[in-house]
């Protein structure tokens, strides 16, 4: 079983600058960008897990990742996929696929907010 997370370059600079700018730890912005990119699941353009390494992001521990909604994040991603995953296809693969998706609609969440208020209030909506 992989409980290592390596996640490309971008993925490291945009999770320092949104944390520099809204003080919110990676962990938790790694979480919101999952869940945007789950919201956003489209059947017709389905995800492809990711199954390279990346050498340039940054290296996370499962547990810190998911946290206690581990087993939230496995059922919601496993829907996303359609199909029943194994731990190794949802962790790191699916659950990175996920990630990178959404983590680029966090940061045009955050560029068109202009603000952390307006931010957050986005993300609950």
Known sequence: MNFTLKTSKY?????TQLHASTGITPNILIR?????SLRNNDSSNPI????????????LNRSTVTGEYDYAFRAMVTQAA????????????YFN??????IRALASEYKSAGNYEKFIRNLLI
């Open 11 to 15: 993925t490291k600079e945009t999770l």
């Open 32 to 36: 919101y960008a999952v869940a945007l």
């Open 48 to 59: 492809e897990p990711i199954t390279k390494d990346f050498t340039d992001g940054l290296v």
């Open 82 to 93: 359609g199909k029943e995953l194994t731990d190794e296809e949802f962790f790191p693969s």
């Open 97 to 102: 696929a996920h990630l990178e998706r959404g």
